[in-house]
């Protein structure tokens, strides 16, 4: 007997990458497809302000330090006194941590990759205003790629988590082969786009499956599901 065959897509888990604080997009490094390294410039924001904070902080870390220097110099003296110093170290630690904080802030103005991977969508252009949280580039790592497809309460007892299933499609490679991953608890009505071919089950469960071989499939494309094990 021919093993069933259902209907699915091709999800993506992808990386969303944004600034931490507002700014507007001064350079863009890459273009949609494009592959890209763990640690990859990709895009950097204008940074007159964080720029500006830095050279303040600087201006108080400096005077902090005259000022302790002073207080040193006056207890030497007998002039000053231990309280004054111990005032005048605690400024210059806290002038030091509000510079160490301004940097941050500047260096955090260049976004890099944190993995490797492929632009899978940009949001954002050179010249216009991203607010936090709001991504700029979707970064889409190879393994991050996983077939779904949803199964009636009959087949249910027949899956278990690690069962192969051969996933074909049109214009793919054939004898693609993935492994199940995911296997819901609770079941919920089939979805008004229609990827189950028995309209009579009404009732399905969601099935994930990876694929060693991600790069044979693309995002959102819908393919065939067939279960049972390889021979």
Not at 66 to 80: E, F, I, N
Not at 122 to 146: D, H, S
């Amino acid at each position: 007997m021919k093993d069933p065959t259902y209907q699915g897509w091709v999800e993506a888990e992808l990386i969303f990458v944004g600034p931490d604080e507002q700014g507007r997009v001064e350079t863009l490094t890459v273009r949609e497809g494009d592959p890209v390294e763990k640690g990859k410039l990709l895009f950097t924001l204008d940074a007159e302000l964080q720029l500006a904070d830095v050279a303040m902080a600087e201006a108080s870390v400096k005077n902090a330090q005259l000022a302790y220097d002073r207080a040193v110099a006056l207890l030497k003296t007998s002039s000053g006194t231990q309280k004054s110093l111990e005032d005048a170290e605690m400024a210059l630690r806290t002038a030091q941590a509000r510079l160490n904080s301004a940097q941050t802030r500047l260096t955090r103005r260049k976004v890099f990759s944190p993995v490797t991977g492929s632009i899978q969508q940009i949001y954002f252009r050179g010249g216009e205003l991203v607010t936090p949280g709001k991504p700029i580039v979707a970064v889409l790592p190879p393994n991050n790629l996983k077939v779904r497809f949803f199964v009636n309460e009959a087949t249910l007892p027949k899956l278990k988590l690690g069962d192969p299933v051969h996933v074909t499609c049109d214009g793919c490679d054939p004898d693609i082969i993935a492994k199940i991953t995911f296997i819901a608890r609770s079941s919920e009505f089939t979805p008004p786009v229609i990827y189950s071919l028995d309209e009579r089950s009404k009732l399905v469960f969601l099935i994930e499956a990876r694929t060693d071989q991600p790069e044979r499939l693309r995002v959102g494309q819908p393919v065939s599901v067939a279960l049972g094990r390889m021979s």
